[in-house]
């Protein structure tokens, strides 16, 4: 483990950097080893820095991975695929990926997505309820929603709209 890892000078330099960045706002590992390269850090001094990092408590993956779950479908509206994919995208563990997305609201899970699809069928301009349909159903799969939930969903607003 790089907690018992000897740090040069300049190598602290960068750790200082690190740990600031790390303090600003919730970070994950790989997105930390990244901004190491970008500002010149060797391979090999990237994976004693985030090793230290995760020790001092600087980085914890899974309290990133819940926020980043409660921030996407709070501030983007992203469902869980597309949350998990993004997660993915930055080398995060499967079964932390799961576990927080388990930990996602279901009543806020289910009142966005109900607050989504209201707010684009008030834009989709077309007569014909089929292409409607269609095309929220794409608008919603593009935020990371299941069929079944964009199908449970559609189900739930057509019984609530005369027109249809």
């Known amino acids: 483990m790089s907690e018992s890892y000897n740090f040069t000078e300049s190598e602290r330099a960068y750790l200082s950097r690190a740990e ?3 303090a600003t706002s919730e970070q994950c590992c ?3 080893r990244d901004k190491l390269v970008t500002w010149g850090a060797s ?3 990237t ?3 985030v090793d230290r990092l995760v020790a001092d408590g600087f980085i914890d993956e899974e309290r990133y991975c819940r926020l980043y779950c409660d921030s996407k479908l709070r501030l983007q509206k992203w469902g869980r695929v597309k949350i998990a994919y993004q997660l993915r995208g930055k080398q ?3 079964k932390l990926i ?3 997305i388990q930990h996602i609201d279901p009543e806020l899970y289910n009142s966005t997505l109900r607050q989504l699809a209201e707010n684009k069928m008030k834009t989709i301009n077309d007569s014909d309820p089929h292409k ?3 095309k929220l159903m794409s608008f ?3 935020h990371g929603f299941t069929p079944t939930e964009i199908h449970n969903i559609i189900t739930e607003l057509n019984s609530n709209d005369p027109t249809e």
């Open 20 to 22: 600031q960045y790390c």
């Open 30 to 32: 790989s997105t930390v």
């Open 43 to 45: 391979r090999e001094l």
């Open 47 to 49: 994976g004693h820095i």
């Open 92 to 94: 995060i563990n499967n």
């Open 98 to 100: 799961e576990s927080s």
């Open 132 to 134: 409607r349909q269609s």
């Open 140 to 142: 919603l799969a593009s």
